[in-house]
């Protein structure tokens, strides 16, 4: 009986799968059509506190949770290289030092117990400080939030511990090859610029406890940052909350923001060599970009999507889908804010074809400085970059802290809104000129980690190599 | 004054409760005739779509001859179908098939090491080349990349894990009708075209991610060494010499064996409607036929019954892992291992943080976590990094010192508390966004047997109380248990 009637169901399966072969209305990928779609860029509201701070709002109520950061003119570029790791300890210690007055320890549990979360950094030209909370905790991590921005503690043994992690951190810096090569060809982009330091065993000792105090009063000030908060607050009760959290002062000094010069544009080539035991190859190389300003971001990022920025990209294309060298290639032009940002094109190969890699890396970037790229690139690029603009929309917190950035970068009015048309706009000669204006193979900075007795050609092939020596001198504490 | 604290805190859960019930509230569940699983949830936030298709089929579903296939397999999945991909399948199809003897051949006389046949090697190579380069030209690359980034598709990508497939991408809102074409294209008439190619770029994925990489290296072998029997231990990538021999007829019995209707599970979150959404996945998967249920994993662990101890000897620095065999998701004691897992390892309250970080400073980094799989008993992993002088030994003895106190200090009722409220919070954050939410649906339902595991997580919890965890942390945390991987740096600090 069973069987019988596993049998029955069997057939009555088949039978309305026939009928639906029959009544079939699939339509093909290549040609489909799909309904309108207009996409508005969410509208974010500013507001200026009582105390000067601007803040970016979006309410969103889809989560009973609040998000907010705090972005503060500041970075590494400030800190002097003989003191290099400044800026990162001082970005981690406001929070893990303890602040007006409560221990770490208190406020560690404090805040984990809400399920709330404060966390502060600085990066190379920006410093933040986040919060997320529950709604109803809002109030009480806002306090936390406000006293890690502005009044830490600095706890001489919360640095120390810092430093010490810092220091076992440089003892393990040679340990990953693409960490090394990730290193080395940024410092020599930027070498003799802050952009290019690199925390050493020296500079992180040299650094003192009154060395933290002073930048953090420096830079961490009312009149040096922005605000953002998103999720599901009350806009009047916020904003009187935010008002009385940072209440207006008088600054007893005024802000000066130290001029740190652009890096210098000398195009050099230089092969740098790091002999590892290992069975791959690590190989960046790349030199200095462009930054925001520059009026050719739009053909630079086409140029990027076509030239290594995607899987379908010339250098995924052929050394990874055509010839099977490589598991991750590709390139990227990082369009500079505030300094001027770098291309660095990247892969890693097995030993044995590390030769045959770079040139053909080489061989893909220069043609695109020689011949215009096709149409169906030109379009499929343009396609991207236009129809996934939304997905730089899909949370509260991203749009408001994207508002924020604009703002603090100081971007032109209206960059977002123009986006799509100024994408829209590039032509296959725009690609062609910012080929040839910002690529410069010849003058390319070549890192490369892995073992050379191994390569498939020798490196010295391609010119004079300077090896650099990967064993941490560790000094005798 | 302690009567109404505790009406606070009845009053606090019930009101968190409100929000547990969302989930249950906002997903749509609709099984088709096939066995095909849909969930959905409709979010309205912006005009967004994420949708993830997950296979329960992973590594641990390999035999010893296959290990690597299923990852290869989720490669080889990218490259099309008889229709997309192709400029002409018919003429395609016969040079599919020559290659693939030629491979089988090539690979058959690399076998027989030490013979004298390097010509008769570098013959095939040379003929293998050929045909690859006369089935290039008859292939759109990565066509379905293509149709999806055009239309403004982000996030496309797939990963294989120990228990499952899964492929994924976020499209514009008025685009889901493309996914439902492509992926059920994709299900349905794929062509494993280029296999031997892609097989040469995972080769190149295991030696940036496993052999040039110390620390994942250390986590292969310790894994390994940790199973016997169950092939949780056997690496997903697979071995190298797995990887060399795998080919393109073995990749498409895997597929015909587990790549079914009923043993997937779909995911869609975002800015749709869930009749719509059924409706377009029924005219689109509905007529694939239901494939032969899988065989589950038959294999048990045999008890381990003594400490094992895996050195890696590296160009690194010292790091530690430390393994204790523990059963699988959902099982009861699995509920009190989360439970110990955030008190030893979750942020800066934790117990391993503030001893072994800041109070002892003998590890600059510490975590907890399971692995390798869920589905099946599985491991709780301690892994921390020393800061020199201090060693790995040092290390594990601070760790066995916590799992040792679990025995026998009951754990406080703030600190279950603390817990408590932290999965309050990540259940309000995990609706936040698309992809998450599809990520939880597809692998909890795949791995449990229901979302739903999900939302009745948090009142698993409640119910762990401190003699579970002494009794968990007795049973479990032995030496007879445990296993330790380490890296030795090689020729030491000099």
Known sequence: MRALLVFLCVLVTVMLQGCCVVNQRLAD???????????????????????????????????????????????????????AGLSGMVGSVMRSGGAAGTASETMDDELEFMASAVESGIGSDMGTVSLTALKKNFSRTLQIFSDVLLRPDFSEKRIEIFRRQTIESLRRQNDDPKEIAGREINRAIYAGHPLGDITTFESINAIKRQDLVDFHQRFYRQDNMILSVSGDFDRTALLKELNSVFKATTQSTTLVLPEVPQPQQRFQGEILYGKKDVNQTVIRMGHLGLTKDSPDIYAVRLLDYILGGSFTSRLTMEIRTNQGLAYSVGSHFDIGRRFTGSFIAETETKAESTGKALNLMNKIITDLTKEQVTDAELYAAREYMINSFMFGFTNPASIVNQRARLEYYRYPDGYLEQYRDNIAKVTKKDILEAAQKYLHPDAFKLVVIGDAAKFDLPLTSRGSVREFDLKVNIPKP | ??????????????????????????????????????????????????????????????????????????????????????????????????????????????????????????????????????????????????????????????????????????????????????????????????????????????????????????????????????PYGQPTIGWMSDIENLTRTKAEQFLHSYYAPNNAIIAVVGDIDATATIALVERYFGSIKPGKEPAPVTADEPKQAGERRIELIAEAEPTVMIGFHKPSIAAPDDYVFDVISMILGSGRTSRFYKKLVIEKQIATDIGAFDAPGHRYPNMFVISANPRAPHTTKEIEEAVQAELDLLKTAPVAERDLQRILNKIEYEEARRMGTNGGLARNLTEYEATTGSWRYMSEHRGKIAKVTPADIMRVATTYFTRENRTVGFITKKGGDK
Request: aromatic share 8%.
């Open chain 2, 1 to 230: 004054m302690k009567r109404i604290l505790i009406a606070a805190v009845l009053l606090a859960s019930f009101v968190t409760s409100i929000d547990a019930a969302t989930l249950e509230d906002k997903v749509v569940e609709h099984t088709m005739k096939n066995g095909m699983k849909l969930l959905m949830v409709e979010r309205h936030t912006s005009p967004t779509v994420s949708a993830w298709i997950r296979f329960r089929v992973g590594s641990v579903d390999e035999r010893s001859d296959e290990r690597g296939i299923a990852h290869l397999l989720e490669h080889m999945l990218f490259k099309g179908t008889t229709t997309l991909g192709t400029k002409d399948y018919a003429a395609e199809k016969p040079i599919l098939d020559e290659i693939e003897g030629v491979a089988h051949a090539l690979m058959a006389e690399k076998a027989r090491r030490g013979k004298d046949n390097t010509a008769a090697i570098t013959a095939l190579e040379k003929q293998l080349s050929t045909l690859e380069a006369a089935a290039s030209k008859l292939v759109i690359k990565d066509e379905f990349f293509e149709l999806y980034s055009k239309n403004g598709g982000t996030g496309y990508n797939a990963f294989t894990s120990r228990d499952g497939t899964t492929y994924l991408i976020s499209l514009p809102a008025n685009k889901l009708e493309l996914w439902a074409a492509i992926e059920s294209d994709r299900l349905q008439n794929a062509v494993l075209r280029e296999f031997y190619t892609e097989r040469s770029v995972v080769m190149e994925e295991r030696r940036r991610s496993y052999d040039a990489d110390p620390e994942s290296k250390l986590w292969e072998t310790f894994v390994a060494s940790s199973y016997l029997a169950h």
């Open chain 1, 29 to 83: 990928p290549r040609t489909m059509k799909f309904p309108e779609l207009n996409f508005k860029i969410p509208s974010t509201e500013r507001v200026v506190l009582e105390c000067g701070i601007p803040v970016y709002l979006l309410r969103d109520t889809e989560l009973p949770i609040i998000n907010m950061s705090a972005m503060v003119r500041v970075g590494s570029v400030y800190e002097p290289a003989a003191k």
